[in-house]
């Protein structure tokens, strides 16, 4: 039985999949974003017809033309697919499809060519379907990771066709769009939910203005959903320095989050200098600063 979920007010590397040739680039009439100053292309976004020009900050600003509002699973931008992983989604093998586009910008980034709405590289969804056909008995789930892909309006009804076939389904999602992300949890079996920075501080990891209210709403959103999930942070301490892990810390008891990965830092695959040149190690969280967060967030892990 599906669940129901309401709206409060308010990894992975990509690579070829085998046996199938990416589909020609679809060039659709887009649809701007024009959010407002706290909502950073999640709550209080408004979708528009036509080429209207978005503001400085705001997400269509920052990724480009927003997704076409077709949400046929045809119209899903795939960027990238890996066919077999064993770390995507907890105690399953699942296939993990990268999703085209991301309204946020951050220096850490890993798959940073997915951010555009439109990649140099799109893999068909039919032809990854009729593969998935064959994988019956062999995969157990379905991730969908990205970029950010509760940005694209396909992705609700694309889910819907895979659950149907038997296949768990995952999500990996930064928390952008939190009234998509409320569409799709009754649809999802497990959630990995990057958490950035503390509210507040958010603008400084994303490079938009206001990311951290869309982002603290999908924080509640998947911890009341009741579906199993992960809470996870990447640590740069340019970037999230000990108070403010401190801040997020607080925040996230606040909320009810149990469990809590930390993930250090790490400059391979960073294409952000300054990061790099800033921890060129990675980052080390010491035991001071653990024992402090696991005061107020008894479950957190250190993660590579």
Known sequence: MARRVSLPSRGGVVVAF?????ATRDVRAPLAIVASNDAAGGVGARERSGPRRASPGTAASRAGDAAPERRDPGALRI????????TDFPGKLAAVLFLQGCPWRCGYCHNPHLRENEGTVRHDYAAFVGWLAT?????????????????QAALPEAMRQIRARGFAIGLHTGGSYPRRLAEVLPLVDWVGLDVKAPMGGYGAVTGVTGSGIAANASVRLVVGSGVAH???????????????????????????????????FRPTGCADERLIAAAPRGARIDEGLLARLRERVPGVEVRG
Do not use: Y
């Open 18 to 22: 085998p046996g199938l040739k990416p």
């Open 79 to 86: 960027g990238g697919l890996t066919p077999f992983s064993s």
């Open 135 to 151: 994988r019956a008995g062999l995969l157990d789930a379905v991730v969908f990771s990205g970029g950010e892909p509760t940005a």
């Open 230 to 264: 992960e809470v996870r942070t990447t640590v740069h301490f340019d970037l999230t320095p000990s108070d403010a892990m401190i801040a997020l810390a607080d925040e996230l008891a606040a909320i009810g989050v149990g469990r809590w990965i930390l993930q250090p």
